[in-house]
T-cell receptor, first 113, second 113 residues
């Protein structure tokens, strides 16, 4: 069955430290991959996406993600987190329409001073 | 980018009643999508709504419980029928943008008492 896994439910990171959020998928073919952020009381905002080409993708707010086909992973990274990065982060995939998404369970990021 | 307005933003409803959620987009779009986010959970696709045809429902969701209308290319409604406390969730509308990303409304936070 197709699945998207975010192994970490909750991550606490100090402000200024690096952040990495994991995402693994199980699909027959390479899907389209996305990372969304949901801040408290807000809708979802797209951070970045991967369709093909360069496996290191740059996004907004200083985030980047690396697609690794051999590991079926699409991990999100940020070199130095800011307090405003505290939010819930969702990995999402699709094999057809980019509006019809399957979401991972989400990772809650807490940023400490 | 597409701007999506959802109404109401939140509501508290009595069990057994129905609530209709509206989704308005500032541009014409082919497909609109409705998602549910149960408390502390990820997003799950309820259905895809195309203008001029019946909505396509995902496994576990039925038209009698979640009737959807799509009268034109900028508007859709989702009704949550015969509500129970288990229907307490955030319901989100989304659309496909032209640049291979999906845009989401702010969501409707529904509490059933």
């Amino acid at each position: 069955a197709q699945s998207v896994t975010q192994p970490d439910i909750h991550i606490t990171v100090s402000e200024g430290a690096s952040l990495e959020l994991r995402c693994n998928y199980s699909y027959g073919a390479t899907p389209y991959l996305f990372w969304y952020v949901q801040s408290p009381g807000q809708g979802l905002q797209l951070l970045l996406k991967y369709f093909s080409g360069d496996t290191l993708v740059q996004g907004i707010k200083g985030f980047e993600a690396e697609f690794k086909r051999s590991q079926s992973s699409f991990n999100l990274r940020k070199p130095s987190v800011h307090w405003s990065d505290a939010a819930e982060y969702f990995c999402a995939v699709t094999t057809d329409s980019w509006g019809k998404l399957q979401f991972g369970a989400g990772t809650q990021v807490v940023v400490t001073p | 980018s597409a701007v999506i307005s959802q109404k109401p933003s939140r509501d508290i409803c009595q069990r057994g009643t129905s609530l209709t959620i509206q989704c308005q987009v500032d541009s014409q779009v082919t497909m609109m999508f409705w998602y549910r986010q149960q408390p502390g959970q990820s997003l799950t696709l309820i259905a895809t709504a195309n203008q001029g045809s019946e909505a396509t429902y995902e496994s576990g969701f039925v038209i009698d419980k979640f009737p959807i209308s799509r009268p034109n290319l900028t508007f859709s409604t989702l009704t949550v029928s015969n509500m129970s406390p288990e229907d307490s969730s955030i319901y989100l509308c989304s659309v496909e943008g032209v640049n291979t990303e999906a845009f989401f409304g702010q969501g409707t936070r529904l509490t059933v008492v």
